[in-house]
């Protein structure tokens, strides 16, 4: 049951409560999700409130950010407190902008995103999943029902597709999804380039956030995003199993369609324009 969306005076009373030598210059809302709602608070600390508080939750998701920083090459959030009756989670902002808020180009992205993503994709499904499944969930579900959760979304955006797209998507709505057989690894699960942070000057990745739907899963999965937001050369790259490509394509297909809605629906105009400049690659004309 979703709880009401805590306002600017209860992210102040957490704030001094948990940091009570903390200055509070400002409070804004910069955030709001399809799980979360977050604010900033004085320009730098992140306070994230879960529409579904599930305190066992955010101790699970504490507990793995630390492992996660034992393991990754990049800095990831370090939680400052948590409150957890309402399911919020702060920490101190971390240096650089989301990919996705800068202007890009799918074969301008850079060498050096490609060879920083490369290695920390290397060290995290390198983990022993079973190290991590006290941590995380299994993300398991068959590439028939993404196909068809990807049917559903893209009913509800079609007539936001271009009609030269429209056939291709049909078309691998209606196609035989490739083998699904993997071997299961420790994933982001989410990596889009909302999550990559870069210094906006030199475009080397500052961090990586958001990693609530962190699971054990498909390797592909953390391609997949990557190869739907900046194109076939990045998926190129990272890359060389044939097979773990041919899934990172279809689950990029699948997920566009619901970047999109939730660009529309949110008014979050880098989504949409994301998501259709996507088509391109993704669905040919």
């Not at 992140?46 to 579904?52: E, N, Q």
Request: hydrophobic share 45%; charged share 25%; with cysteine.
């Amino acid at each position: 049951m979703a709880v009401e969306e805590p306002g600017v005076a209860t992210v102040r009373s957490v704030v001094v409560a948990r940091l009570p030598r903390y200055p509070i210059e400002s409070v804004v809302r910069v955030g709001d999700g399809l799980d979360n709602v977050a604010y900033e608070v004085s320009g730098e600390l992140i306070v994230r409130f879960s529409k579904h508080p599930d305190p066992a939750r955010l101790d699970r998701e504490v507990r793995l950010l630390a492992a996660v920083a034992e393991i990754a090459p990049l800095p990831v959030p370090v939680p400052a407190f948590t409150v957890a009756e309402l399911g919020c989670l702060a920490y101190f902002r971390l240096a650089g902008t989301p990919l996705l808020d800068l202007p890009h180009h799918p074969s301008g992205h850079g060498a050096s995103i490609a060879a920083t993503l490369g290695q920390f994709l290397t060290a995290l499904h390198a983990v022993p999943a079973a190290r991590m499944t006290n941590l995380v969930d299994i993300d398991d579900h068959p590439l028939n029902e993404r196909r068809q959760e990807a049917g559903a979304a893209y009913q509800a955006v079609a007539r936001q597709i271009p009609s030269p797209h429209r056939r291709s998507v049909e078309s691998f709505l209606d196609a035989r999804p490739p083998d699904g057989r993997y071997v299961p690894v420790f994933s982001h699960n989410d990596l889009g380039i909302e999550h990559i942070l870069v210094d906006p000057q030199t475009r080397e990745i500052t961090g990586v956030i958001d990693w609530a739907d962190a699971a054990i899963a498909d390797p592909a999965i953390d391609f997949a995003r990557l190869y739907r937001d900046l194109g076939p050369s990045i998926l190129d790259e990272l890359c060389e199993d044939a097979e773990v490509k041919a899934r990172a394509r279809f689950y990029g297909r699948c997920t566009v369609f619901e970047d999109l809605a939730y660009g529309l629906d949110t008014g979050r105009e880098t989504y949409v324009t994301n998501s259709s400049a996507a088509l391109e690659w993704l669905f040919p004309g």
